[in-house]
């Protein structure tokens, strides 16, 4: 069988705060709504926005720091791969299936509605980083090409 690709990324706006809870072995887990909007333009010329919600989910220390960090509306950079469950509904017996992001690498954009002070962008890199020790701190500024950069310079 040949390489195959299962990568996923999206930049968005959180639907809702995180959820965290714990596997029974400890494990953190946090589970997210995201939100990416589309504009276009109609067969009359109008423009249309469409928004697509996808359901995210953050294990171990990325859990952790999506829990403590990201609030509603706070815009994020998501990077992870498409996994989907399916289960037997109780109520109508119908077989259900869900598909969501499993993060493997999130970053923090923008001031964000509760971004704090200091640092307007964190990083964190999933399961690869145990112990994630996850610096919050901004860069020190480089003097001699020191420009200011605001949400407005950036294209997206």
Do not use: C
């Amino acid at each position: 069988m040949g390489k195959s690709v299962n990568k996923v990324i999206l930049i968005g706006n959180l639907g809702k705060d995180p959820e965290v809870k714990y596997t029974p072995s400890g494990t953190p887990v946090a589970k997210f709504t995201l939100a990416t909007n589309e504009r276009y333009k109609d067969k009359d010329g109008q423009w249309q926005d469409r928004t697509e919600w996808h359901n995210i989910v953050a294990w171990q220390r990325t859990a952790e720091i999506a829990g403590e960090y990201l609030k509603k509306g706070r815009s994020v950079y998501i990077e992870g791969r498409l996994q989907t469950h399916s289960w037997d509904d109780k109520t109508s017996g119908q077989k259900k299936y869900m598909t969501e992001i499993v993060v493997s690498d999130l970053v923090l954009l923008g001031g964000g509605r509760e971004a704090g002070e200091g640092s307007s962008a964190g990083r964190s890199r999933g399961a690869a980083a145990p112990g994630g020790d996850f610096d919050q701190r901004a860069p020190e500024p480089d003097v001699a090409h020191s420009t200011t950069i605001t949400d407005e310079d950036i294209p997206f």
